[in-house]
């Protein structure tokens, strides 16, 4: 009995830690429907009276939703796709081949980790101003085709893989190649969505770094087009909020279809045995 009630304290625990967690969320949904009126109600109106959809109809009539949208879907496809490149090869190398001060070269790569970017944000905006790169897409997305992050995720799974393979590999006269690309890759396709599922996110939702060196409406992303939904004479919520939802749409979705592979990659190497 003791234990039974502990597991139902513990699980009315989780309950409202999840509804605390998921209740913004959810009320940017039902705001997205609700009219001007409803939304600026006091108190908050918890549900919609009616489908109100003039809020979602006005975001598209007041800012180019539609090209920010499409501007941050291809950034973050090429930053996905550069850091899934140079995170699986550079993986591979701490992982799987021997070279001198291969400790030292991977403890200092693993300590960019620790930089901020604060930090590194006015040195990469000086590179990318010099090589005339503002208000492009190669400035948006060649300082973020590399991480430190991705490549120990990749490394942690690389490890886990059964010595044997690579040992019969060479024994049939596989280089470092082929290992690669016919063992490595097709193996490592957990932690690779991981890391895509990663890096997608992260860079569908960057906002500074597209504000410093976008100025054009034609290379804005969707959180800056987010942003200018609010005015300065005042701020309408119900438009704010109906914008909010359009963006969150396709990273809840990529997070819900990848949410099993995330956590599976993220926990890659913890166990052993």
Partial sequence: MTHRLQNTFVYVLLVVFAALVLYPIFYTFTAAFMTPEEASAYPPRFWPSSLYIGSIVAVFQLVPIGKFIA???VVSIIITAGQLITSSMAAYAFANIRFKGKAIFFAIFMATMMIPWEVTIIPNYLTVKKWDWLDSIQGLTVP???TAFGTFLLRQFFLQLPKELFEAARIDGCGHFRCFFRIVLPLGRPALATLAVYAFLNSWNMYLWPLLITNSE??????????MLQFEELTVWNLVLAGVTIVL???????????KQLVRGLTAGAVKG
């Fill in 71 to 73: 501007n941050s879907l």
């Fill in 249 to 259: 749409l396709p990273s809840l979705l990529l997070l819900v279809l990848g949410l």
């Fill in 218 to 227: 034609e290379m804005r992303t969707v959180q800056i087009g987010i942003a």
């Fill in 144 to 146: 973020f085709l590399a």
